[in-house]
């Protein structure tokens, strides 16, 4: 079983940061887009930003294309989602897949965004 791991979520106060990483198996990391998606409680899983893997990255909601940053290093297997100024909406739990979603799901990590 192909595994993803997400850490690097948690509790923040409106304005904070977390920086979040994936790491996901060398023999699919290297070729692959890769993504990050969220699904708030109650609501369907969205595709957050997507890499490929030479570097170029898009970010998906007009409301994170100035605060979020994707990264990846490809040494390490591992995808990386700066947060930055991050607000009540941006709680979720937060995966990453490719961009085909075609590796099974891991556990997520949770960010929760709160006063």
């Known amino acids: 079983q192909v595994q993803l791991v997400e850490s690097g979520g948690g509790f923040v106060q409106p304005g904070g940061s977390l920086r979040l990483s994936c790491v996901a198996p060398?023999?699919?990391?290297?070729?692959?887009?890769m993504a990050w998606y969220r699904q708030p409680s109650g609501d369907q899983r969205e595709v957050v930003a997507r890499i490929t893997s030479g570097g170029m990255s898009v970010i998906y909601p007009d409301s994170a294309q100035s605060r979020f940053t994707i990264s990846r290093d490809n040494a390490k297997n591992t995808i990386y989602l700066n947060m930055n100024s991050l607000k009540p909406e941006d709680t979720a739990i937060y995966y990453c897949?490719?961009?085909?979603?075609?590796?099974?799901w891991g556990q997520g990590t949770q960010v929760t965004v709160s006063s």
């Open positions: 897949n490719t961009i085909t979603r075609s590796l099974s």
């Open positions: 060398g023999s699919i990391f290297r070729s692959a887009t």
